[in-house]
Each structure stands twice: as C-alpha cells, then as structure tokens.
C-alpha cells in the first residue's frame, strides 16, 4: 500500500498519507490545509518489536515501582521508551516536559466536574 510520510512546516506535525502513486501531487496539510508539505523518510520495520520494549520496561524494577505508584518523571519515561524515538507533536511534547518536571497535568489528575452517570433502566 503507497502510504507516505508528510511533516508540514506551518503547524510542526507529521503525517502518514495514502497517495495512489509516487508521483500523486502534495496534498494540503489535513490539520492546518496549508499547502507546502515536504515528504520525509519512513522506515517500514522496527528494530524493536512492541514486546521488546514492554519486557524492557517491565524488567526495569525502579520504572515498574515508579508507574505503579503514578510518578510524573516515570510516566514520562515510559512515554519516551515507546515513542521509539519518533518526534511528537508539540502539545504531547508538553506534557512528558511536565510529567519530567515532577507535574501532574490537571487532565490526568482531577476528575472531570458535571452529573453524575444515570443508572441504566431495564
């Protein structure tokens, strides 16, 4: 399947985009419809499977503790560790900068206000 990778320089984001043939002309930027996407490089194998990073993790007895117990600096690890070293987006970049600091951000620390859940009715 012809799928390509995209980084669009206006809204710093990269994606993956289906074009019929190699020579299909440049779409618009899906998130900001700006036109000037430049094609990047995409690798097609992982050097780690997903169970090779997971049994990393879990071997890892003070980042196991660290998740267990809701730490801010071992979320951010385990974020980094399965990223695989692809950049994210600015907003998620964000959050594991404050999750490293020590930060709890308010989304994944207070629940959301409003009514309370009805109960079904049979």
Same mark, same amino acid.
């Given at each position: 399947m012809p799928l390509y990778e995209y980084w669009c320089p206006n809204c710093k984001r990269k994606f993956t985009v289906y074009l019929a043939a190699f020579d299909s002309p440049v779409?618009?930027?899906p998130q900001c419809g700006k036109n000037g996407l430049e094609r990047r490089f995409s690798t097609f194998s992982?050097?780690?499977s997903y169970k090779d990073v997971y049994d990393g993790i879990l071997g890892d007895s003070k &980042?196991?503790?660290g998740m267990l117990h809701n730490e801010p600096q071992a979320l951010a690890e385990w974020n980094k560790r399965m990223g695989g070293g692809e950049?994210?987006?600015p907003e998620y970049e964000e959050m594991v900068g404050r &999750?490293?600091?020590g930060e709890m951000p308010k989304e994944i620390t207070e629940k959301p206000k409003?009514?309370?859940p009805r109960k079904k009715s049979k």
């Open positions: 779409p618009p930027c992982m050097t780690r &980042l196991k503790k950049k994210p987006a &999750l490293e600091h409003g009514k309370k």
